[in-house]
């Protein structure tokens, strides 16, 4: 190695210690305000007696009849079939809340969930570069969208080490990455999308596997549960839109990935032009649109690009495209960052584009936020500190950058991988055909 390129990776680990003692002191911070107040901050959920009720609630109707007609559940039968595995039904007779403070099993299982995805996602990182591994691993582990996660008991914990496994290179089995990939799916369809990076790498095997055993998990958890047919659940997501998406705004905008909940702000009941300006106000109306079809255009330039020259990016830069594509046009809620962010955690810091993709990531875990304008306090229980508290909430900075770091990520990666293509189209003939992974080189030139 030069010297040139020791003293840049010198540098690059000088700035990965620094941005993770960032995010560890936001953790401290964390801690330090929940040991005080009794509650965690904003940008943790406003209902501080909720904790953990995304898995409990959705245990319950596991252990009890009608989650797709009367709960309306949008969730695949995948989701029932885990959590009826991992709860104790005699403890869901009453209510999932009664259930939370029975149940130690699914408990339990929920921090094990985290366990396993950290310990997978460090394996990984470890194969991927040694030296920044334990700074990424550590913003990983305590960063926002993780400890979200963890706090809501959300299904991404153990969608989290199916993740990691289909796509980290822990394993070869294509076998077993297929399976992996399948239960993402089942338990996230919107976890599709990074699978389809096989496609443009031409890895039509893995990719056949992967869904062929999606199909195959669906079948077979559809058939345990005995609901969940592709009707219900596209007729529930219908109603999902109507009532909740379109109808609760605040709810939308408060841990989003996406500017596109910003759309609906003229008309929410929040009075929002009593903390931002309406010019303001009519700027982000008018720009939002403009900046995610842009996004958009960035991001399919680069897959066209990928699917003519195929060897130019890795089929992990591939996914984590398609992840952020996804994540700024629609918000499945903040705690999906975390699947962006393993993605951007394999990048080497190597070239500005993936550096500003990879201090991106970092921001993105920071667990603190600075409330502009507070709202009323909300006098309420909270669950994790065993007490009665009144929590400040407000409409916040992390609320409006978020989003936009989100976009910086995909907007830094594009551009990267645009270059990258390019030099690759210097050595090699496009690629059109679907078949087979041959790359032509391009003829010598007579000199």
Not at 10 to 26: K, Q
Not at 228 to 244: A, C, K, L, Q
Not at 345 to 357: K, N, Q, Y
Request: aromatic letters at 12%.
């Amino acid at each position: 190695m030069s010297g040139g390129r020791r003293a840049g990776r010198a540098a690059g680990l000088f700035a990965e210690r620094a941005l993770m003692l960032a995010v560890a002191a936001s953790f401290g911070w964390l801690l330090w305000s929940f040991h005080r107040n009794g509650y965690l901050p904003q940008p943790f959920i406003i209902d501080t007696n909720d904790t953990f009720m995304d898995w409990f609630n959705t245990a319950y109707w596991a252990n009890n009849p009608g989650a797709y007609d009367v709960w309306r559940t949008v969730y695949p039968p995948l989701s029932f079939l885990f959590l009826k595995l991992f709860s104790l039904p005699g403890c869901y007779l009453d209510s999932p809340f009664q259930a939370r403070d029975c149940d130690w099993f699914g408990k339990a299982a929920i921090l094990a969930s985290y366990a396993l995805g950290v310990a997978l996602a460090w394996i990984a990182f470890r194969r991927a570069d040694r030296a920044t591994a334990p700074m990424r691993i550590i913003a990983f582990a305590i960063g926002l969208p993780m400890l979200f996660a963890l706090e809501r008991g959300n299904l991404i914990l153990p969608c989290i080490a199916c993740f990691v496994i289909a796509h980290g290179d822990i394993v070869r089995s294509k076998a077993w990455r297929g399976l992996a990939a399948a239960l993402t799916i089942n338990f996230k369809p919107y976890l599709l999308l990074p699978v389809l990076a096989l496609a443009f790498k031409r890895r039509w095997r893995s990719l056949e596997l992967a869904g062929i055993a999606t199909l195959l998990v669906y079948l077979l958890t559809y058939a345990f549960v005995g609901a969940g047919s592709p009707i219900e659940i596209v007729d529930n997501m219908r109603n999902w839109v109507v009532t909740f998406v379109g109808g609760q705004v605040w709810e939308q905008i408060y841990y989003s990935t996406s500017y596109v909940t910003l759309l609906p702000i003229r008309t929410t009941p929040i009075p929002i032009l009593d903390h931002i300006p309406s010019r303001t106000v009519e700027t982000i109306l008018w720009a939002v649109p403009i900046l995610i079809r842009a996004s958009q255009a960035a991001g399919l330039l680069c897959l066209a690009g990928a699917w003519l020259q195929p060897r130019a990016l890795s089929t992990q830069r591939i996914a984590a495209l398609l992840m952020a594509m996804s994540l700024v046009s629609q918000s499945p809620g903040g705690y999906t960052q975390a699947f962006l962010i393993f993605l951007v955690f394999l990048e080497p810091w190597r070239r500005p584009g993936p550096i500003v993709a990879i201090v991106a990531a970092y921001l993105l875990s920071i667990s603190a936020d600075w409330i502009l304008s507070p709202f009323p306090e909300i006098a309420s229980k909270s669950w994790l500190g065993g007490r009665p508290v009144t929590g400040l909430f407000g409409l916040s900075v992390g609320q409006f950058a978020r989003p936009g770091l989100i976009l910086l990520i995909l907007w830094a990666l594009a551009a990267d991988s645009l270059w990258l293509i390019a030099r690759a189209h210097r050595g090699h003939r496009p690629m059109i055909a679907i078949g087979p992974r041959t790359w032509p080189a391009r003829p010598a030139v007579a000199r």
